[in-house]
């Protein structure tokens, strides 16, 4: 069937639905990854935005049940060049296709997204319709300015967990990095702040030796206290940080009284809980190929990165120490606190679909909990 879709600055583009028939607006981003279509499906930061990937064929390993990172699909559309009719991977049930249209997630295939992409990077990530129903281009534009940003919406209240759970599954051994064991006999609890957390990063903390308890993103301090942790852990997640003000409180109580470690939204909730300040970047960084600089070793990581906001680094002088940098342009990969134990990064080290070069940073997490 055909389907339409329109940007917000009226750029049209059309193509052949291969999901759910009917209607969306959300954010368009692109993703770079040449693997990993469905992570990024069940990624619960892609709440609210439509992706485009910039590989062209999309759908050839089909969907199995090993991989998501949550239970559905979180993303307002997906956008291909060309999707695989046919799924060929041992691990397969199903193909892309009937995934998404059993999850009612919209698709669209037979687009430029090249052109697409080449858009986006110019006049940064703007909001679209697409539709199935209506193919009129000037109605769906007047929709996507309609429209909310990720900025007027608060995204983790719409995919973190109602009540808190123990997470016991650990990574799969095939698919495990060398990691350095805790200390015997400790098992360090460690409180997750689901604010839309990857299953692989609960596996990866309790691959680290790690008893991992996940709380709602409104969990009070106090409460995550109650709890007794050895350290919390603060997940990545959808939207603006500053629409979180809840789990920024939270974790302002919670710093000096328990050692901390944020991913990606909560690497931007850890600086804001520290009095610092968060900007909206162009047309964020998605993939799973960025090259980011570790400051103290001169190290270089490939890392996956799926974010819209970064921190700003000189909003935090003087108590912060910046320890990461993406070298594509410059932005803060990651820091931590000089008194406190607190530090955070802005990609993925937990690596779904991959790559593994930042796995460590679990391991260290751990022996800042563990140390004596």
Not at 101 to 129: C, K, N, P, S, Y
Not at 257 to 280: D, M, N, S, W
Request: proline content about 6%; charged content about 20%.
């Amino acid at each position: 069937m055909e389907a339409l879709l329109v940007l917000e600055d009226g750029t049209t583009f059309r193509g052949r639905s291969f999901g759910v028939q009917g209607e969306r607006v959300g954010e368009v981003v692109f993703n770079t990854g040449m693997t990993g279509y469905q992570e990024i499906c069940t990624d619960p930061s892609y709440r609210g935005q439509m992706v485009v990937m910039t590989y062209p064929h999309i759908g050839n390993t089909g969907v199995n049940y090993e991989d998501p990172e949550s239970a559905t699909p979180h993303l307002r559309a997906l956008i291909v060049r060309r999707v695989s009719d046919k799924e060929s991977n041992w691990r397969a049930k199903q193909t892309l296709a009937r995934y998404l249209v059993e999850h009612e997630i919209m698709a669209l295939t037979d687009v430029d997204t090249r052109t697409l992409t080449r858009h986006i990077r110019q006049f940064g990530a703007l909001r679209a319709a697409l539709s199935t129903v209506d193919l009129d281009a000037v109605s769906l534009q007047r929709k996507a300015l309609a429209a909310p940003t990720t900025s007027d919406e608060d995204l983790v209240a719409q995919v973190t967990c109602a009540a808190p759970y123990e997470w016991m599954e650990p990574v799969d051994p095939a698919w495990q990095a060398t990691r350095v064991p805790p200390p015997a006999g400790e098992t360090p609890h460690v409180v997750a702040y689901d604010c839309g957390i990857k299953r692989n990063i609960m596996r990866q903390l309790v691959a680290s030796g790690c008893q991992v308890t996940v709380v709602p993103a409104h969990t009070s301090a106090e409460a995550a206290l109650a709890l007794d942790p050895d350290g919390v852990f603060l997940s990545n997640g959808p939207g603006d940080p500053e629409r979180v003000p809840y789990t920024v409180e939270s974790v302002r109580g919670l710093l000096g009284r328990v050692p901390i470690f944020g991913i990606c939204l909560g690497h931007q909730v850890l600086a804001l809980a520290l009095e610092g300040q968060t900007y909206k970047l162009r047309f964020g960084h998605h993939g799973s190929n960025h090259p980011v600089k570790d400051l103290s070793t001169a190290q270089i990581a490939i890392t996956a990165q799926n974010h819209n906001f970064a921190v700003d680094i000189d909003s935090l002088a003087g108590e912060v120490e910046l320890t990461h940098l993406n070298l594509y342009d410059q932005t803060v990969e990651g820091m931590r606190h000089r008194r406190l134990p607190a530090f955070s990064v802005q990609y993925h080290p937990e690596a779904a679909p991959g790559p593994h070069d930042a796995n460590p940073l679990f391991q260290a997490f751990v022996q800042m909990i563990t140390k004596d």
